[in-house]
Nanobody
Framework: QVQLVESGGGLVQPGGSLGLSCAASGFTFSRYTMNWYRQAPEKERELVATISPGSLTNYSDSVKGRFTISRDNAKNTVYLQMNSLKPEDSAVYYC?????????????WGQGTQVTVSS
């Protein structure tokens, strides 16, 4: 079965850095676009960054220039390096992949990892 396991969250001061990892299994990792989402309390889940099988990347305007998404296909792992962190970056961060089964796209999610940016 598809499984996504996240790690690396924690408490960091404003302006600091934090790196997240997502270990994937149960599918051919190298063939899929991988995504990072985040969700703060009382807010909708939002897309933060994406990376294609060919390592093309895209970012939300709010994190562009500060966050970097990358992948290591040999390790079946996608990363999110977060720099210059702001309090508004505080959220639960989720790893995601979307798999097309026949005519239906099904999302898979990691368990989430808490990132708190506070002094």
């Amino acid at each position: 079965q598809v499984q996504l396991v996240e790690s690396g969250g924690g408490l960091v001061q404003p302006g600091g850095s934090l790196g997240l990892s997502c270990a994937a299994s149960g599918f051919t990792f190298s063939r899929y676009t991988m995504n990072w989402y985040r969700q703060a309390p009382e807010k909708e889940r939002e897309l933060v960054a994406t990376i294609s099988p060919g390592s093309l990347t895209n970012y939300s305007d709010s994190v562009k220039g500060r966050f970097t998404i990358s992948r290591d296909n040999a390790k079946n792992t996608v990363y999110l390096q977060m720099n210059s962190l702001k309090p508004e970056d505080s959220a639960v961060y989720y790893c995601n992949v979307r798999v097309l089964s026949w005519t239906t796209v099904r999302p898979y999610w990691g368990q989430g990892t808490q990132v708190t940016v506070s002094s």
